[in-house]
């Protein structure tokens, strides 16, 4: 089979075309601002193909060309940043710019393209993007932001540091523990996200939608209390309730394949049954046409560290739980422990399940359904009691749990 080859008048072309378009960016943006700049769309180009000159020349055995290239573009950029203090403007972007645009065109000869396309690219739309950028940060959560920080430094230290082996009868693997509540939390948090930025704006129904990604239990409760504050967005508030239940077999689903990808042919279809069957029971709730500004409000940031280690200790306790419930009480031990985690969050349970799982037996698939029947049941009954729209609540919610009856007897 024939491969696409770079040849060198093909990677020159590239250096070319990346420049030209970081600097057709930067003229067009400064023209826009009547501003002087440091450089437009020729200079860029320029200094892109010099990168490329310096890149060639340390090809052909001339190693020192790159550095000296680089020192050369960076001292143009702090005459060019000198001047500009001298006219009282502050700012760097145009000369950091400038000393990209030396790299990418260096890498466009000596690394593979695609380094240097994307290096191009996106600092094109980086710069492009500005205003943008700007009121998202003048609208950020600085608390949130730093929650967000704080488990990843945390992340990025433990992960590297913890055994990756096996420890006691119960096979708890530390590294492997923490992944899996990486993983857990980075799904939750695009769903807290999306949740956070598009809810409020696209409706209370798509609130829920995207918090059930995070956790469908919470947003129960929250939409719970919206039809308790207001009566006439009860219908609106259910709707919400079941679409975030709806998701959560999704969620499930994808988090089954992550951690043990042999349990999905045994569950996909099921999972996606259920999802459906959620997605047909808010057909028929009487809803009234009014402002969905509210939002959930109640969801924490899986991002943040207390509620990342509280899952992990969860996920530790459950897995030890779940081993001795099967290993003393048998398989009734274990459907009984299921039903019991059913009416909190379901997801450590299942998750020990699965990753302790050596293969698939049925009654692993049982107490997952029996959980997340469990689960449905409990967000009904909280629906229900704090919205005091009951029979309705109660009846939809019923009729979902039931139908988890027969998949629990098919093998």
């Given amino acids: 089979m024939n491969t696409f080859e770079w040849t060198f008048?093909?990677?020159?072309?590239?250096?070319?075309?990346?420049?030209?378009?970081?600097?057709?960016?930067?003229e067009t943006a400064n023209s826009e601002r009547k501003m002087r700049y440091f450089a437009g769309v020729r200079t860029h180009t320029l200094i892109s193909l010099y990168g490329f000159g310096c890149g060639w020349l340390v090809h052909i055995d001339a190693p020192f060309a790159l550095p000296i290239g680089m020192i050369s573009i960076a001292s143009l950029a702090v005459v060019g940043y000198i001047g500009k203090l001298k006219e009282g403007r502050i700012g760097s972007t145009s000369e950091v710019a400038a000393l990209l645009t030396f790299i990418i065109g260096a890498l466009a000869m000596l690394a593979d393209v695609w380094v240097a396309m994307s290096l191009g690219i996106v600092s094109a739309i980086m710069l492009s993007e500005k205003s943008d950028l700007e009121t998202f940060v003048d609208r950020l959560d600085k608390s949130e932001f730093l929650a967000v920080l704080k488990f990843l430094l945390v992340t990025v230290i433990i992960l590297p540091v913890l055994p990756n082996r096996d420890y006691t009868e119960y096979r708890l693997n530390p590294t492997r523990v923490w992944?899996?509540?990486?993983?857990?939390?980075?799904?939750?948090?695009?769903?807290?996200?999306?949740?956070?930025?598009?809810?409020?704006?696209?409706?209370?129904?798509?609130?829920?939608?995207l918090g059930g990604i995070a956790s469908s239990t919470a947003v129960a409760i929250a939409t719970g209390r919206i039809a308790q504050r207001d009566p006439t967005r009860g219908g609106n508030a259910l709707q919400a309730s079941i679409l975030a239940s709806s998701v959560m077999y999704l969620r499930i689903l994808v988090l089954i394949w992550l951690v043990n990808p042999v349990f999905v042919s045994f569950l996909w279809w099921k999972m996606l049954l259920l999802a459906a069957v959620g997605l047909t029971l808010i057909i028929g709730i009487k809803t009234e046409h009014v402002s969905d500004g509210e939002k959930v409000t109640t969801l924490q940031n899986p991002f943040e560290i207390r509620?990342?280690?509280?899952?992990?200790?969860?996920?530790v306790g459950l897995s030890v739980v779940t081993t001795l419930a099967n290993?003393?009480?048998?398989?009734?031990?274990?459907?009984?422990?299921?039903?019991?985690?059913?009416?909190?969050?379901?997801?450590?349970f299942i998750l020990s399940v699965v990753h302790q799982a050596d293969s698939v037996q049925r009654i692993f698939v049982s107490a997952i359904l029996v959980a997340a029947m469990s689960n449905t049941v409990a967000k009904g009954i909280y629906f229900?009691?704090?919205?005091?729209?009951?029979?309705?609540?109660?009846?939809?919610?019923?009729?979902?749990?039931?139908?988890?009856?027969p998949l629990l007897l098919i093998g």
């Fill in 9 to 26: 008048e093909l990677r020159f072309a590239v250096a070319l075309a990346l420049g030209f378009l970081v600097g057709l960016e930067r």
């Fill in 179 to 209: 992944q899996i509540v990486i993983m857990v939390s980075t799904i939750g948090f695009v769903g807290y996200f999306l949740m956070k930025k598009l809810g409020g704006r696209l409706g209370l129904w798509l609130s829920g939608l």
């Fill in 307 to 315: 509620p990342a280690v509280m899952f992990g200790v969860f996920f």
């Fill in 327 to 348: 290993k003393f009480l048998g398989n009734v031990g274990l459907v009984g422990l299921s039903a019991v985690t059913g009416v909190m969050d379901i997801d450590p």
């Fill in 384 to 405: 229900a009691v704090i919205s005091q729209r009951r029979k309705d609540t109660l009846v939809r919610y019923g009729a979902w749990a039931l139908l988890h009856i």
